[in-house]
């Protein structure tokens, strides 16, 4: 297979404004692509060679892409520099260098899928101090025997900015539509979530059908997408929907956590499949230590602790966990303890399809508790009058709130979804305005004043997983101290877009687009209908979203979580509706 046919198809599915548009565009190409390719197809529409969870990653810099391209045209670094600030994206610069060059050399070759996937792979894996020299002498290599719309996405690929505008929920639609119905894409989407693994998913539909889907199962190294909770305003409502009885689990403030643990080797995964082990190592040792058997996965919250009063720290205390140097300082400086609450693997069964509290015996069977290994405090409550005093206590201990969850037969753990089966409460509920949004950033202004020469607000969007996109919710300028608004720039220098990104929906526009990727908490006074803001638009008014009135940055950088993870339209309808209903004096 030629890489031109998917430069060409990548180039017809950013040109197309449609999603409904870009599903057909890329199954219409899967449904031709040999099965064995097709895993590669799909990584590549995202930039990736592998799953998220993977180890290795391309990631090569700005600077040695541009160092390439010019040594493909012939050309002054300067003069591609100047082209990339210009277009905002070495991808376009290269397009344009290499159309505009007078004469291209007779001795190429057509650079075929397979070539371009080994390439990448050298990239990867390339390392030692000559290491920047072999990356970019290989894409100068593949740059040599491009076409301007290849040479545009392989600088893309490369640096991880493929700015396509095809999503997982984009990719999974396409899937189905290429290989199946869409009475079967529920079962799809099921697949990855369980494995986080779209190639994998892509390569069983395309080799074996929907019967090869069907058997994917839990294993123990592929991260399952975490279980989310709806939320109600009351406690007494939480314990009515969950049928009179329910468990109540602390919610702790900290960073939760899913460990794969093997019998010489435990990894944990952060909500975003990083690789968080190396942040906790120690927490990854106890496990093993004190885990029962040869193999398991567990979810957990990992939460900093005052080793003298034994008092839970706020969330934080836990982040000073995740820089990348002196981790040893940071394990004396900052020790954390785990909370466990879910086993969805034991030695070789699945156990999400098990009731929560058959789960949770199983953790107490198969782990020894000890000092910074220990179960979430739980306790199952018959009355609101029993909630209410759970709650007050989660609250005295320091934390968030409440989860509350199901104790039916029923009470499944759905992996991806978010339902009624778990429900969570928190202190904020008894505010004005129910929880914080974690919103994703789509754009920034500058500032003026004393904020002159920096971002000065940011434009914040909500995610809606029924479009793939994400529609803005608020300008956000309040709640940022002098440090982070040094750093900002920095933390969105890699994923500025030149135009407006084709998974954003917004009428206000910013100095600066960027790609939904940086994850923030926000706060706020209500939610109002808004003429100028995206989110759930149409909901209450047919020309007007949803926005949030007095928004603030609560400090906290959500970088445990994926952008498709955010504050959904359907939650800030939901909870424009208790607004609402409150107001009306019912509550």
Known sequence: ?????????????????????????????????????????????????????????????????????????????????????????????????????????????????????????????????????????????????????????????????????????????????????????????????????????????????????????????????????????????????????????????????????????????????????????????????HCGFEEAIVEGECVAVDTETGNMLPFQEVTHRRKKHGISDAIRDYPVRIFLFDMLYADGKDMTPEPYLDRRSAIESGFKISDNIQMTAMKIVSSSEEGQRFFDEAVSARCEGIMAKSISEDSVYRAGSRGFLWIKYKKDYQQALVDSFDLAVVGAFYGMGKRAGKYGALLMAAYDQDTDRFGTACKLGTGFDDEFLDRLPEMLEPHISQDKPPSVDAQMVPDVWFNPYIVLEVTGAEISVSPIHTAAAGYVKDDSGLGIRFPRFTGKVRDDKDPTECTTYSELADIYSLQEHDSDGLA
């Open 1 to 289: 297979m030629l890489f031109s046919e998917l430069a060409e198809t990548f180039d017809r599915i950013e040109a197309e404004p449609s999603r409904l548009g870009m599903t057909s565009i890329l199954a219409g190409f899967l449904r031709n692509v040999d099965p064995g390719d097709v895993p590669y197809v799909v990584y590549l529409s995202q930039g990736k060679l592998h799953p998220d969870f993977h180890p290795m990653v391309l990631g090569m810099s700005d600077k040695l892409v541009i160092r390439a391209i010019a040594a493909t045209v012939g050309t002054k670094e300067s003069k591609v520099v100047d082209m990339v600030v210009k277009e905002g994206d070495p991808g376009t610069a290269a397009e344009k260098l290499i159309k505009g060059k007078k004469q291209m050399t007779l001795f190429s070759d057509p650079l075929t899928l397979d070539r371009v996937v080994k390439s990448l792979t050298a990239i990867e894996e390339a390392e030692g101090k000559d290491s920047q020299d072999k990356k970019t002498k290989i894409l100068s290599n593949m740059l040599h025997d491009s076409n301007p719309i290849e040479a545009r996405y392989l600088c893309r690929i490369v640096t991880g900015r493929m700015r396509v505008g095809a999503g997982t929920m984009t990719i999974l639609d396409a899937l189905a539509e290429a290989f199946a119905g869409k009475d079967d894409r529920p079962e799809i989407e099921r697949a990855f979530n369980i494995t986080c693994d779209l190639g994998l998913v892509a390569k069983t539909i395309g080799e074996g059908g929907m019967e090869a889907v069907s058997k994917i199962k839990v294993s123990i190294g592929s991260p399952l997408k975490v279980m989310l909770a709806e939320r109600l305003r009351s406690i007494p409502e939480v314990v009515e929907r969950l049928g009179g009885k329910c468990a109540m689990e602390y919610k702790y403030d900290g960073i939760r956590v899913q460990a794969h643990i093997k019998k010489d080797s435990v990894i944990l995964y952060s909500r975003r499949l990083e690789d968080l082990t190396p942040n906790f190592p120690d927490v990854a040792l106890s496990l093993r230590e």
